[in-house]
Structure formats: C-alpha cells, structure tokens
C-alpha cells in the first residue's frame, strides 16, 4: 500500500482490538488527527487513519505497548512514515522516537487531550456539540479532572508544534463535534 486508508486502519485495527472504549479512542484520536491535517493544509483522511491506528497492539500487550507494532505493520504493507508516526507517540514513555513532522507531533499530542476533551463532554447535556474552549479550559485547569490524563505530556507535544494548549485544544473540539454521533458525544441528541 503506498498510502494508508482509514478503512485499512480500521480493518488492520480490527485484527487487535475488541474492546469498545479502544476502538472508541481510536475514533476520538483519528478526528483530532484529521482536524489537524487540515490545520496544515495536509490529507485528513491519511492523518486521520494513523490516529485510528495508533494504540494497534495496546490491548494485547498493555506492557510492551509500540513493541508489537513496527514488523506486524511492515508485514501489512504499512508506509515506514506513519509506522514511524505511530512509534513516536510513545516518545519518553515507551520508546525514544522522538517526533519530528507535524504529523508525529500531532499524534504524540492529541493522544492524551483528547481523552480530556472526551470525558469534559461526556459530563454535559448536549455533549461535546456545544462545548466551548472557555468551558474546556476550565476542565483542562482542574488536575483532578481526567487525572489519569498526562497533561505535562500535552504540554511538551504543544510546545513541539509551537502551539498554545488553548490553540491545539480549539482544533481537537472542532474536530471532534464533525464527529460527535460517532464518537457517542452528541448527549440528549443521540
């Protein structure tokens, strides 16, 4: 394949993960992701499926998490740029791919905040379909809310992109509302 497809992410994602909330996570990072090749002015659909593709061995190998990713995804005819993609976002944790393009920036990024953005919308009526930047920050501020969230982690990916936190979080929600019945965000809607 000279050019991964959110359907090949997904079909490839598919071979690993059974859990609903991972698959879920992976729809939520693949919308951040797809914001943000818009953002500069790249393929959102191609971005979008790395995001999808992100955490393929996580399930399986919660432990040796990006371990089990590079030769199954080589095998499967994945391009080396978004293996390379996928391996850095698990810079300083797992691995030291430290991210280099907008892409490997992003994901390294949007992995973490998203889960934020997720959990403020789940807390409110109409989900993340009216969420505002102002009320998300509030969220974001709070360090008891989604404390499992590594925020100093976010911060360095915002840093890396030369990105405010506020900037790259507006990109994630835009993202996320063109997304939300997918996502289970869109509250009394669904």
Known sequence: MDRLTLDDAKRLNDTMVTEEHLKLHAANVSACMEAFAEHFGEDPEHWAAVGYLHD?????????????????????????????????????IVNDVKPETNMEKCLFTVDELSGIIQAAARMRPNGIVD??????????????????????????GCEMLGMSIEDVSAICIAGMKKHAVELHLAGAEE
Not at 67 to 88: F, Q
Request: with cysteine.
């Open 131 to 156: 969420m505002d930047l102002k009320s998300f920050m509030k969220k974001w501020k709070n360090q008891k809310f989604a404390a499992k969230c590594n925020r100093p982690l976010i911060l360095e």
């Open 56 to 92: 393929y061995d996580y399930e399986k190998y919660p432990e040796e998490h990006l371990k089990h990713t590079e030769e199954p995804l080589r095998m499967a005819g994945v391009p080396e740029e978004d293996i390379r993609a996928i391996l850095a976002h698990g810079y300083s």
